[in-house]
Antibody, heavy 122, light 111 residues
């Protein structure tokens, strides 16, 4: 069974940093693009970033460019999201998900983890 | 304000059919495939439709998708109370800010 389990969320002050992790199992992690998608409380979905199988290509939503870094460790079957200079509007549930290949498949996101809540507040 | 426009809510009775629309532009839906997601209350989203009309394994054929020009549609037939959820369309947007974009979501109520 494919499983994605996020961790690392929590309460952080504005301007602070946080690193999210996602442990993948049940599939050959190194064969797939991966995504982070977030959902602010009571709001819709917002794509955050995608990363290619070998980490050589990464795409980000404009609002996190320069602040967030997506990365992966294929040996550990893990996906990461390093977040810095956090703002109140970064408050959301962050989902790790397996993505389709490249640009064509970027919006094909399946399955999703259960999510981890990040709250940015003083 | 979402790049893709969906109606905030739709409703229908059990057994009926409902249609959810997703409107975009030439930089997104017009030139890229559309995916649809179902998010049941308190759960993570689930992929329902990809590549405009394809269903992943395990998704019943009561769910169907289509695309025409810069708009896409999700049809749900034989509505069940368990279909009450939020539904999102998504695609790639190849404008200056090349990114995945989602619609604002549609809340389906099964009366």
């Amino acid at each position: 069974e494919v499983q994605l389990v996020e961790s690392g969320g929590g309460l952080v002050q504005p301007g602070g940093s946080l690193r999210l992790s996602c442990a993948a199992s049940g599939f050959t992690f190194s064969n797939y693009w991966m995504s982070w998608v977030r959902q602010a409380p009571g709001k819709g979905l917002e794509w955050v970033a995608n990363i290619k199988q070998d980490g050589s290509e990464k795409f980000y939503v404009d609002s996190v460019l320069g602040r967030f870094t997506i990365s992966r460790d294929n040996a550990e079957n893990s996906l990461y999201l390093q977040m810095k200079s956090l703002r109140a509007d970064d408050t959301a549930v962050y989902y790790c998900a397996r993505a389709g290949a490249g640009i064509v498949g970027a919006s094909v996101v399946d399955p999703w983890g259960q999510g981890t809540l990040v709250t940015v507040s003083s | 304000q979402s790049v893709l426009t969906q109606p905030p809510s739709v409703s229908a009775a059990p057994g009926q059919k409902v249609t959810i629309s997703c409107s975009g532009s030439s930089s997104n839906i017009g030139n890229n495939h559309v995916s649809w997601y179902q998010q049941l209350p308190g759960t993570a989203p689930k992929l329902l439709i990809y590549d405009n009309y394809k269903r992943p394994s395990g998704i019943p054929d009561r769910f169907s998708g289509s695309k025409s020009g810069t708009s896409a549609t999700l049809d749900i037939t034989g509505l069940q109370t368990g279909d009450e959820a939020d539904y999102y369309c998504g695609t790639w947007d190849s404008s200056l800010s090349a990114e995945v974009v989602f619609g604002g979501g549609t809340k389906l109520t099964v009366l």
